[in-house]
């Protein structure tokens, strides 16, 4: 089966910078996702890694690492509207998507 | 906006009743995926359509059926509705290769009283 373990909850200022970590376990992986949702909101996809290494788009970064099953969301000058849940995904075996259960980022003044 | 519809929006239905939920993914999209999202939870996976055929099981229930027709839009058969099936419905679709990122609909509210 797969799990995924990330932290349920993160607080940080505004323009700070926060990481959100994610550990899984998979039998066959295919890579880790990452998605923002906004209460109530779809969510929507922030990144992909299927090889070790960060990738970066805009404020926002993803890391992996393949051999430690861990990977993180980078979030760089935070905003108010990035308030929302955080989750990461990992597609393994049987091709099955799978979920973390979410990390809510709460940005302050 | 996703390019996914899912409709309807909102359901409110007794215990015991049958809905069905309705999807229809972004155009080009081959694969459909359900998930459920109960209160302050993670996304539960459900199942995964690609262009008519199951490709993928999660942890659905027996009372909950789907299925994927030839124009690829997908049906959530939710049945003998208990109080704890309330939950927000996501739909989402992808082209269907393991690197696609999926695009979420808005969501079927499900409320059963």
């Known amino acids: 089966g797969q799990s995924l373990e990330q932290p349920s909850e993160v607080t940080a200022v505004e323009g700070a910078i926060v990481q959100i970590n994610c550990t899984y376990q998979?039998?066959?992986?295919?890579?880790l996702s990452w998605y923002q949702q906004h209460d109530g909101g779809a969510p929507t996809f922030l990144s992909y890694n299927a090889l070790d290494g960060l990738e970066e788009t805009g404020r926002f970064s993803s890391f992996l690492s393949r051999s430690d099953s861990y990977g993180y969301l980078l979030l760089q000058e935070l905003q108010m509207k990035d308030s929302a849940s955080y989750f990461c995904?990992?597609?393994?075996?049987?091709?099955?998507?799978?979920f973390g259960t979410g990390t809510q980022l709460k940005v302050e003044l | 906006d996703s390019g996914v519809t899912q409709t309807p929006k909102h359901l409110i239905t007794a215990t015991g009743q049958r809905v069905t939920l309705r999807c229809s993914p972004r155009s080009g999209d081959l694969s459909v995926y359900w998930y459920q999202q109960s209160l302050d939870q993670g996304l539960q996976f459900l199942i995964q359509y690609y262009n008519g055929e199951e490709r993928a099981k999660g942890n659905i229930l027996e009372r909950f059926s789907a299925q994927q027709f030839p124009d690829l839009h997908s049906e959530l058969n939710l049945s003998s509705l208990e109080l704890g099936d309330s939950a927000l419905y996501f739909c989402?679709?992808?082209?269907?290769?393991?690197?696609?990122?999926?695009?979420f609909g808005n969501g079927t509210r499900l409320t059963v009283t």
């Open positions: 998979t039998s066959g992986f295919y890579g």
């Open positions: 995904a990992v597609r393994g075996g049987g091709n099955k998507l799978t």
């Open positions: 989402a679709s992808s082209p269907g290769s393991a690197d696609s990122p999926l695009h």
